[in-house]
T-cell receptor, first 111, second 115 residues
Framework: AQSVTQPDIHITVSEGASLELRCNYS??????LFWYVQSPGQGLQLLLK??????LVQGIKGFEAEFKRSQSSFNLRKPSVHWSDAAEYFC?????????FGTGTRLQVFP | SAVISQKPSRDICQRGTSLTIQCQVD?????MFWYRQQPGQSLTLIAT?????????ESGFVIDKFPISRPNLTFSTLTVSNMSPEDSSIYLC????????????FGPGTRLTVL
């Protein structure tokens, strides 16, 4: 079975600083990978996805992620964090029709 | 992407009762999913609901506890039966996107508290 690991439970950054959230997956073939964001009291919003092709994918809200097969990673990045980015971030991998989620990383942003 | 609504958005229920959660999509979709998010935890898939067939439950979830209906291509319900405080969670429904790469779009969730 596939699995997703998000090593960082909680990250704190200052507004304007850069951000990188880590995600590692286990899967034999080329995975379908996703990043979702969950703001307090909200459902999940799809930030970006990787299926194939260019390993650097752009998403909404200024986020990007890079797929590195050699490291089994799909890290999420943003060059300058805004206070409104404070939320829970989930990495996910598709397994057949299902999504397997990581445990999430809670992002706190200080002014 | 599909627009998904859920009712109720939140509820507080007594132990031993049941709650039915509704999920409405603004377009016809083949597959709908129900997830549970326990406090401070990630999402766990409860079951997959296809129109015209029985729902497929994941390991650890049973139909008697979480009966699901899927009467048409835009609607589904999840019932949480004989509730206990351990059922306190956020319940989310989702649908597969139109692109065939397994992306899913989520409803806003139903926050359930069982006393």
């Amino acid at each position: 079975a596939q699995s997703v690991t998000q090593p960082d439970i909680h990250i704190t950054v200052s507004e304007g600083a850069s951000l990188e959230l880590r995600c590692n997956y286990s899967y034999g073939a080329t995975p379908y990978l996703f990043w979702y964001v969950q703001s307090p009291g909200q459902g999940l919003q799809l930030l970006l996805k990787y299926f194939s092709g260019d390993t650097l994918v752009q998403g909404i809200k200024g986020f990007e992620a890079e797929f590195k097969r050699s490291q089994s990673s799909f890290n999420l990045r943003k060059p300058s964090v805004h206070w409104s980015d404070a939320a829970e971030y989930f990495c996910a991998v598709a397994e057949a029709d299902k999504l397997i989620f990581g445990t999430g990383t809670r992002l706190q942003v200080f002014p | 992407s599909a627009v998904i609504s859920q009712k109720p958005s939140r509820d507080i229920c007594q132990r031993g009762t049941s709650l039915t959660i509704q999920c409405q999509v603004d377009s016809q979709v083949t597959m709908m999913f129900w997830y549970r998010q326990q406090p401070g935890q990630s999402l766990t898939l409860i079951a997959t609901a296809n129109q015209g067939s029985e729902a497929t439950y994941e390991s650890g979830f049973v139909i008697d506890k979480f009966p699901i209906s899927r009467p048409n291509l835009t609607f589904s319900t999840l019932t949480v039966s004989n509730m206990s405080p351990e059922d306190s969670s956020i319940y989310l429904c989702s649908v597969k996107g139109s692109v065939s790469y397994n992306e899913q779009f989520f409803g806003p969730g139903t926050r359930l508290t069982v006393l």
